[in-house]
Antibody
Framework: QVQLQESGTRLVKPSETVSLTCTVS??????????WGWIRQPPGKGLEWIGS???????YYNPSLKSRVTVSLDTSKSQFSLRLTSVTAADTAVYFC???????????????WGQGITVTVSS | EIVLTQSPGTLSLSPGERATLSCRAS???????LAWYQQKRGQAPRLLIY???SRATGIPDRFTSSGSGTDFTLSISRLEPEDFAVYFC????????FGGGTKVEIK
């Protein structure tokens, strides 16, 4: 059974960079039917997709965050990572890493989620 | 960019009642690219429905979904105590978009 676990910066000052890593266990990050992504949820609010990466290295980003986001994949370590630069208080949120499954024309959903890591931006 | 609007924002119902949640897209989307999630307080979301109408593994059959084009509906036939939660719809293409959520609360 595939499991995802987030790790990284939990407290960061405004204007600094958040760096998070998601470690994938129990499965391969190299399968072509999966892609890997980050989703966040500010306190008391809804879900916001940040960005995703395929095993080919192709990335897709939320247009509203694109200038500040980098998602990368390290298949040798079964990890993928998020860098979010120039953070403000508005970036305070629970950050989830997740697996999305796509087979042919069908999106099988974001079917595996990490437990989430709380990132607080504060001076 | 597709915008998903969920309604109502909050649904107050009693256990055993039927819940009907709506997700409306700002433009027509493929049913193959629409999913629903349940999220309980302090937990990650859980996939309920993919392909607009297919239940994910382990999801009870009291959860059903339908729709096409711009209008999609998630129904819970008889609310169990564990069903009181927040529900999100999601659309997939080169971006992923979530609706704002519907909270199903105990009346």
């Amino acid at each position: 059974q595939v499991q995802l676990q987030e790790s990284g910066t939990r407290l960061v000052k405004p204007s600094e960079t958040v760096s998070l890593t998601c470690t994938v266990s129990g499965g391969s990050v190299s399968s072509s039917i999966y892609y890997w992504g980050w989703i966040r949820q500010p306190p008391g609010k809804g879900l916001e997709w940040i960005g995703s990466i395929y095993n080919s290295g192709t990335t897709y980003y939320n247009p509203s965050l694109k200038s500040r986001v980098t998602v990368s994949l390290d298949t040798s370590k079964s990890q993928f990572s998020l860098r979010l630069t120039s953070v403000t208080a508005a970036d305070t949120a629970v950050y989830f890493c997740a697996r999305h499954t796509v087979i042919g024309p069908v999106f099988y959903g974001t079917d595996v989620w990490g437990q989430g890591i709380t990132v607080t931006v504060s001076s | 960019e597709i915008v998903l609007t969920q309604s109502p924002g909050t649904l107050s119902l009693s256990p055993g009642e039927r819940a009907t949640l709506s997700c409306r897209a700002s433009q027509s989307v493929s049913s193959n690219h629409l999913a629903w999630y349940q999220q309980k307080r302090g937990q990650a979301p859980r996939l309920l429905i993919y392909g607009a109408s297919s239940r994910a593994t382990g999801i009870p059959d009291r959860f059903t979904s339908s729709g096409s084009g711009t209008d999609f509906t998630l129904s819970i036939s008889r609310l169990e105590p564990e069903d009181f939660a927040v529900y999100f719809c999601q659309h997939y293409d080169s971006s992923l978009t979530f609706g704002g959520g519907t909270k199903v609360e105990i009346k």
